[in-house]
T-cell receptor, first 113, second 117 residues
């Protein structure tokens, strides 16, 4: 099984930087994903890490440490439209093929003026 | 690309009625997932298929829930009989997996919001 933990809520100021942490425990790690979900909408893919280190994609970066079971999502130059829920998800190696992706409960980010 | 298509978008039904949710995955994708999302429990994996074969249904709550994937372009999730605690948003997602350096990210449909009275 898996155990994925992330903070329930965070608040940050427009233009600032915010870091959303995620810790996980899994038996067969095969990658970590971050998704963004605006209220009333479907989750959309943000980033992916399978090796240790930092992956940068514009204003968003994601970091992974497999030995520590730890990841974070870094959002720079925050904008009001970044107010959303950010979901950490872990993929397991699965007999039979395919991706088994298990999601954390999400971090609700509120960006204020 | 049309994306993952789900129907209905909204369903309101009475306890005891049968509910069928439908999903058309992205053409060419080989994995399909059914998730349920509630405020209390977040996004829970119910079942997923790889090449139309159910791989893991350990998340299906109980025998009232069943899912099928008769072909690569269609899947259903059925609840019979429905109960008020089944009220949630049900998401279908698809991905392409098992090929080289593909990330295999999930693409979600818009969801089916179910309310059981």
């Amino acid at each position: 099984g898996q155990n994925i933990d992330q903070p329930t809520e965070m608040t940050a100021t427009e233009g600032a930087i915010v870091q959303i942490n995620c810790t996980y425990q899994t038996s067969g790690f095969n990658g970590l994903f971050w998704y963004q979900q605006h209220a009333g909408e479907a989750p959309t893919f943000l980033s992916y890490n399978v090796l240790d280190g930092l992956e940068e994609k514009g204003r968003f970066s994601s970091f992974l440490s497999r030995s520590k079971g730890y990841s974070y999502l870094l959002l720079k130059e925050l904008q009001m439209k970044d107010s959303a829920s950010y979901l950490c998800a872990v993929r397991d190696l699965v007999t039979g093929g395919g991706n088994k992706l298990t999601f954390g409960t999400g971090t609700q980010l509120k960006v204020e003026l | 690309d049309a994306g993952v298509i789900q129907s209905p978008r909204h369903e309101v039904t009475e306890m005891g009625q049968e509910v069928t949710l439908r999903c058309k995955p992205i053409s060419g994708h080989n994995s399909l997932f059914w998730y349920r999302q509630t405020m209390m429990r977040g996004l829970e994996l119910l079942i997923y298929f790889n090449n139309n074969v159910p791989i893991d249904d350990s998340g299906m709550p109980e025998d009232r829930f069943s899912a099928k994937m008769p072909n690569a372009s269609f899947s259903t999730l059925k609840i019979q009989p429905s109960e008020p605690r089944d009220s949630a948003v049900y998401f279908c997602a698809s991905s392409l997996s098992g090929y080289g350096d593909l990330i295999g990210e999930l693409f979600f449909g818009e969801g089916s919001r179910l309310t059981v009275l």
